[in-house]
């Protein structure tokens, strides 16, 4: 299969030979022509697929087709995404192909300065790439006119539900006109996706390039079983004897990423950190840095890394085991991308061994264990130590079955004892082990909710929520699909 066969015109052709792409990845051969006749579609992509250009090119194509506009340029196409740095990369395709065909694109997102945002809405753009929080503040202040978008794109749709941006997508949609094309791409497709696609997708085609929910193919998954106070030591020890170079590692909380990286430094494994506490100009820096070499571990948090392409990455390690199955699918998507090969390796403490399980569950694979002498936890949940440990309680057992039985203590002796206030050993066991861990919270999305309601990133049941509280439609909500396809 090559590019010709797609529909693309001449420019876009050479464009995408220029990028060095000769064959298009299967979600491009699969989406593009369905795009470009004009339907609806729901795509289970994953990161790492050439997504991006398979909605980017047909968008430019269409857009280059229809008349120029005679007044000022208003949006015609609006891609929606979880966040800042997607929407930077998204766009910088957007500008890059769209050039060629005389098209102005734009990026909006918040954490920075509104005016001059303002000041290049005003000029006039054809695309606009967006956070739907800081593009809901713009179409509110009418900085921007939605109603002539033709298309939307939802990308990372199902991150954009765990960020907790289900209301904010329904209230922009509710200022796009109802006779439009939407694509929605998600990597996974929890409830909360189907029914998103229910409201805004007219009549869609499924498109499915991998089965959903599953790691990208190229990646080979390992894990190492280590105690939770070791894992910083173990992953020192692997950057150095295995000489890794360019690692990104996921920690659960910025606070953890934070440290994680001091600690790094202090062994001498130059390392910095990116999550939502961080300046936007900062993360970009950092980012740089990292795609340049000149820093060895990127360590991250998942809000962060969202989105982020870094070509070539070979490594990805997760410090801290996700506590949503679906991020272990994004993370590990960092790598591998584009049909190359890739590392993912989990330090699995025994308290992350439930979240172990349900990420295989959602994988529907084991994750093999790696074994490092020196590393092993002390209570380690090896089915070998599981079962030696079982052989050596069952022989005591029948040894104490054999030895002759302590005279039992009487009843009222055990109440004076309490009285005296003497605590039955049981009280005090169960105190300690009540006691809290001083672990971080895990990251939040950056934005704060209008609401005041804290919403955790990773709660698919949000975008359930608008069905179910049986909540007033919010005037011009796109009504569900009743129309037949519609042809460009
Ligand atoms: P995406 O899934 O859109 O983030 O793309 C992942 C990576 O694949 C990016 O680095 C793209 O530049 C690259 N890519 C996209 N399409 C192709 C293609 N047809 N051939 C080779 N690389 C591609």
């Given amino acids: 299969m090559s590019f010709d066969t797609l529909g693309l015109g001449p420019e876009l052709l050479s464009a995408v030979a220029s990028q060095g792409y000769t064959t298009p990845t299967p979600i491009q051969t699969r989406a593009i022509p369905v795009i470009l006749e004009g339907h609806d579609i729901l795509a289970g992509a994953q990161t790492g697929t050439g997504k991006t250009a398979a909605f980017v090119l047909p968008i430019v194509q269409m857009l280059s087709e229809e008349p120029p506009a005679r007044k000022k340029r208003q949006p015609r196409a609006l891609v929606l995404v979880p966040t800042r740095e997607l929407a930077a990369q998204v766009g910088k395709a957007m500008q890059d192909y769209g050039r060629r065909l005389s098209l102005r694109a734009t990026v909006i997102y918040g954490g920075i300065n509104i005016n001059a945002q303002i000041i ?43 960020m907790g941006f289900i209301d904010d997508i329904l209230e922009v949609a509710a200022f796009l006109p109802e006779e439009r094309q939407t694509l929605l791409f998600s990597a996974t497709y929890p409830d909360s996706i189907k029914r998103l696609a229910g409201e805004l997708l007219n009549y869609p085609r499924r498109i499915e390039t991998a089965r959903p929910n599953i790691a990208a193919e190229g990646v080979t998954q390992m894990a190492y079983r280590v105690g939770r106070l070791r894992k910083r030591e173990l992953l020192s020890d692997l950057i150095k004897k295995e000489n890794w170079q360019q690692v990104m590692v996921f920690t659960r909380t910025r606070y953890g990423a934070d440290k994680l990286t001091s600690q790094l430094i202090a062994d001498d494994i130059s390392a910095a950190a990116i999550h939502s506490s961080k300046s936007q100009s900062v ?19 998942d809000v962060a890394a969202r989105g982020l392409d870094i070509s ?98 009487k009843s009222s002796e055990k109440t004076r004892q ?57 005037a011009g909500r796109p009504q569900k699909a009743r129309k037949s396809p519609k042809k460009r």
């Fill in 120 to 162: 290049r809405l005003n000029r006039g753009v054809d695309i606009v790439v967006a956070t739907p929080g800081r593009l809901l503040d713009h179409a509110n202040r009418k900085n921007l006119d939605l109603s002539r978008v033709k298309t939307l794109v939802l990308d990372e749709a199902d991150r954009m539900l765990d």
């Fill in 418 to 474: 309490t009285r005296k206030g003497e605590k039955p050993p049981n009280v005090e066991k169960a105190r300690t082990s009540g006691k809290k861990q001083k672990t971080g919270k895990p990251e939040k999305a950056g934005r704060v909710q209008k609401t005041g309601k804290s919403e955790k990133p990773g709660r698919p049941e949000k975008a359930g929520r608008v069905q179910k509280t049986g909540k007033a439609p919010k």
């Fill in 283 to 301: 993360r970009t820096r950092t980012l740089t840095d990292f795609r340049r070499g000149l820093v060895r571990i990127l360590v991250a948090t």
């Fill in 312 to 409: 070539g990455l070979l490594r990805v390690v997760n410090y801290d085991l996700p506590d949503i199955p679906e991020n272990y699918v994004h993370r590990i998507g960092r790598t591998g991308r584009a049909g190359e090969k890739g590392v993912a390796i989990s330090l699995v403490s025994d308290k992350e061994q439930g979240w172990l399980i349900e990420i295989e569950r959602l994988l529907d694979h084991k994750i093999p264990f790696k074994r490092l002498a020196g590393f092993q936890p002390r209570n380690d949940s090896d089915p070998d130590i599981i079962a030696a440990k079982r052989k050596l309680k069952d022989k005591d057992a029948k040894k104490q079955k054999k030895a002759p039985e302590k005279a039992p203590v």
